[in-house]
């Protein structure tokens, strides 16, 4: 009797093996969508690359080197959804989720060094500017860079927001911005068709303003996931749930983290102290399934079980702060 107790009122983790599966699924679908973004960069890449042989455009050369590096930042994104397969062990016992978030750093650096050579190039331009033949093919080029880079960032996105992978939102973000850039070469081909080379390096130092924005935001997603913060409307939600669990008295602590595109949480909840061993039980494993239904992505749920007396307060201070 102490023993099942003991194990009442120690925290105690449910893991449904679904999961597992689960987690193996939207790996693949993150590894899909790189895959199949990086070829239509390459061939978008290499379509860039012709015209710049047949203009000698310094701008779309820019931007060719500009999307054949932007699509290298596939690499380290699917190394780390290939990590994150992998089982965890004593040492890394939450997995190896956290690869993704070190490949959104990478990705993060690479839009600061996007913007970066955007700057320079610009300033360049600006200060040698150069002719520019077949104009026409120049602006072609331009609009197929922007399409496909566009296309690229709306797969990217949406497939990042509903595997829940930062990395992969910020990368789409990223690949948003190439479009841009591309767009760039676009109004400064037009500006050389009228004769005024100040066209290209003045829209190219208008983009790398933009890209700074688009910077902004991604460091500010991928930062937060790895200082282990959350949406607030998830945990508003989890609490919601777990207030909603027949005999939960109070809700006290609730933390929540992403381990890669995967959530986790801890919740201690009160229940009334003149419940059997087994009536408790049979709560926190309602917690956990309300948790679940009412969070997205959350794939493990830590309860632990506190009791109060009708008649006395109980000792956890949160706990007895959120008593009725």
Known sequence: MLARLGHLLRPHSHHASDKVDEAM???????????????????????????VMLSDSVALL?????????????????????????????????????????????????????????????????????????????????????????????YRIRTGRRIGSAALVADGIHARADGLTSLAVLLGAGGSALGWRAADPLVGLVITAAILAVLRSSVREVGRRLMDGVEPALVDAAERGLRDVEGVRAVGALRMRWVGHALRAEADVAVDGTLTVAEGHRVAEAAERALKRAVPRLVAVTVHIDTVEPETATADPELRAALP
């Open 25 to 51: 699924e939207t790996s693949a679908d993150g590894l899909r969508t790189l895959w199949i973004s990086l070829l239509v960069l390459v061939a978008t890449a290499a379509l860039q690359a012709g015209v």
């Open 62 to 154: 820019g931007d060719t080197v500009h999307n054949v590096a932007d699509a290298l930042t596939a690499v380290p994104l699917g190394l780390a959804f290939l990590l994150g397969r992998r089982a965890a062990n004593r040492s890394y016992t939450y997995g190896y989720g956290r690869a993704e978030d070190l490949a959104g750093v990478a990705v993060v650096a690479t839009v600061a060094a996007s913007a970066v050579l955007a700057a320079v190039t610009a300033v360049d331009r600006l200060l040698h500017p150069q002719p520019v033949s077949h104009v026409w093919a120049v602006a072609v080029a331009a609009v197929v860079g922007c399409l496909g880079n566009e296309w690229v960032a709306r």
